[in-house]
Every structure is written in C-alpha cells, then in structure tokens.
C-alpha cells in the first residue's frame, strides 16, 4: 500500500513528486509510455524561469527527475495505467498485470496530439505525417524539401521555424487569416523568409498513398471553397491536443473536451484524488503553470494524508 501514487511524467507530475518526496511520502512515479511527456517532443524552453539561455525539454524533464529522485520518489518507468478503481480509503491502479494500491493518486496524465482526421494521415503516418518537428525534423526524408506544417499557435509557429533549417521551404497552413500564437513566435515565424505563410486554408487530405510517402496535401480554400495541391515531402501536424484523460471518463468529473475540472485547489470529484496540469487546463498549458499544479495537487495530498 503506497501513501501516493502520481500518473505522469511531466511538469506537474515531476514537481508533484518532488513536494511529495521532500514530505518524506515516498511518492511513486508511474511514467506512462512518454517519460517527460510533451515537453520532450519540444526544442529549446525559453520561458521557464531559472534559465536565461533557454533550456532544452528533454534535459528539464530528465533534471526535474533526478531533484525528486534524490529526496526519495520511486519512479517506474514506461508503466501505463489501463485502470483506475476509485475507493475509499484505497484506490487501485491495474497497469497490465500489476496492481497497485494507493491512499492517495495524482492524476497528471497530460495531453497528446490533435489529430486532423482526414484521409491519408492515419497511412501515412511516420511516412511524411508527424505530430513533431523537433522529433522528426532532421531526418533525410525532410532534406531540402518543401514542408508543410498546419495549425496557427505557439506550436504551429515553433515547429515551422524549427523545420526552416532542414526544409526548403515551410508553407504554414492556418485555418484563419490570424495567428493564435502568442506575439514573439508568430513574429519570429512570418518574418523569416523560408516560411510562406497560406491563409484561410484547410487539409482536405494528404496526398501520396499510391507512393507509400507523402508528395503533398490537398487544400481547401475556407473562404472561395475552392480546392489545390500543394506538393510537399512532410507534414507536421500542430493543431493543438487532447487530454489524456479517457481511462477516467464516466469517474473523475471533466468537461466536454475531457480536461478535468478541479476545485477547489487540485481536488477533483473523488476524495482522495488530485488532478494536475495539462490533462486538467486547458487555458494556460504552459511548462510553468503546470510545474505549479504539480505542486499544489502534492500540497493538497499531503493534507489529505494527514487528516486536515
Ligand atoms: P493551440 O494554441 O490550441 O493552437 C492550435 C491551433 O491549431 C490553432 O491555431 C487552431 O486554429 C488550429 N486548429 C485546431 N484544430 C484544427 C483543425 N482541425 N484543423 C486546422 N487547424 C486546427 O495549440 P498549441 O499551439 O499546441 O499550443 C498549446 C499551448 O502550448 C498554448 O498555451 C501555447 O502557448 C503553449 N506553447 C508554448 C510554447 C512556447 O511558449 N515556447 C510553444 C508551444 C506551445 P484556431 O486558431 O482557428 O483555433
């Protein structure tokens, strides 16, 4: 029987596991399939406070273990919880075989990517289709091609400047004639003069089965309504994420889109259970806010623990 158990690896999960160490609750760490979750699919972190030269994901992620590891969490790695059972005063985690016990669980699942759902994305994925650059970017397939990325936000703008140093050229293909994307990035994305931005524009397809890799995208016009094919090598899909919430549905409260709702502080409907960051905002969603929801979700379990 463990004091508490964390689902996630990120941000909140991480700091969530160092409070809880630091308290002396031996907080075990279930990592999930993506230890670091999505902030390891980024390039350089420029704005997480403490690092004025930036930071790269994958060394915060791997740095905010190592901090929690030292004062005592227990992490298991690739460890994906199937189910929940939900109980008092006991709550049960089945990742395949195993079971594990637990007074109290966070749940800091975080999000996954968007999909666009049109034809030829699911074939073509990992043959031309991916959810990340930083991932992806550099392989020779990519080499001095044309690329697309769509999507209009902080990621869309991130990926595709990132993409200029392989591509021959980076169409940026939003939806609307506006970028979502917060003022530093869209500027640092429409002024560089690989990318091309495409307005009002839509993918109705990705082009390329009969080649077994993506030649290009089929594009609808959202204003004229009028479709075109534009000829890439790649496309980087940014639109935005899910919640990695589906093995609570119908268990822990969440809204429409799945992000669990919580309050007061990190509490969600069931005693005993906590929620934090990205698979519960769906608002902020940035490295920091959810380091914060990590902290008090592991604040608000030591006081469960407690008795207060
Ligand atoms: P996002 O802000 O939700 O933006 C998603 C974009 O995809 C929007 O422009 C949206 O269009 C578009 N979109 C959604 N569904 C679509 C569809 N089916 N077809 C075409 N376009 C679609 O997601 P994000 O860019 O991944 O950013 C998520 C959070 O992470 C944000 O809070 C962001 O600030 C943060 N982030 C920060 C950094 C950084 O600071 N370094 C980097 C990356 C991400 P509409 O605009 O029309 O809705």
Aim: net charge neutral; hydrophobic share 40%; charged share 20%.
């Amino acid at each position: 029987m463990r004091d508490v158990v964390i689902l996630g690896s990120g941000c909140a999960g991480w700091t969530a596991a160092l409070y809880l160490a630091r308290a002396n609750l031996k907080p075990l760490v279930l990592t999930g399939a993506q230890m670091g979750g999505l902030l390891t699919t980024t390039s350089i972190v420029e704005n997480f406070p403490g690092f004025p030269k930036g930071v790269d994901g994958t060394t915060l992620m791997a740095q905010m273990m190592e901090q929690a590891q030292k004062f005592g969490a227990e992490v298991e790695f690739g460890v994906v919880a199937d189910e929940v059972i939900m109980g008092k005063p006991v709550h049960r985690i089945r990742a395949g075989n195993k079971i594990v016990e637990t007074k109290a669980l966070i749940v800091s699942t975080g999000a996954g990517h968007r999909h666009l759902d049109v034809p030829g994305e699911k074939e073509l994925e990992t043959k031309g289709v991916t959810y990340c650059a930083t991932c992806d970017g550099a392989l020779p397939m990519f080499r001095d091609q044309p690329l697309v990325v769509v999507g209009g936000g902080d990621s869309a703008c991130e990926e595709a400047t990132f993409l200029t140093r392989f591509a021959s050229k980076v169409y940026l293909i939003h939806r609307r004639s506006e970028l979502r994307a917060s003022r530093i990035m869209a500027e640092r994305a429409l002024g560089n003069p690989k990318i091309q931005p495409v307005w009002n524009s839509v993918v109705e397809s990705v082009e390329g089965l009969g080649s077994g890799k993506v030649t290009g995208v089929k594009l609808k016009d959202t204003v004229s309504g009028k479709s075109s094919l534009l000829s890439c090598a790649g496309l980087f899909i940014a639109v935005g994420h899910v919640p990695n919430t589906q093995i609570f549905r119908n268990k822990l409260a969440m809204d429409e889109s799945g992000y669990l709702t919580l309050g007061p502080g990190s509490r969600t409907n069931i005693e005993g259970v906590f929620g934090a960051g990205d698979c519960a905002d769906k608002v902020y969603r940035q490295a920091i806010t959810a380091a914060g929801m990590g902290c008090m979700a592991a604040i608000d379990a030591e006081r469960y623990l407690a008795g207060s």
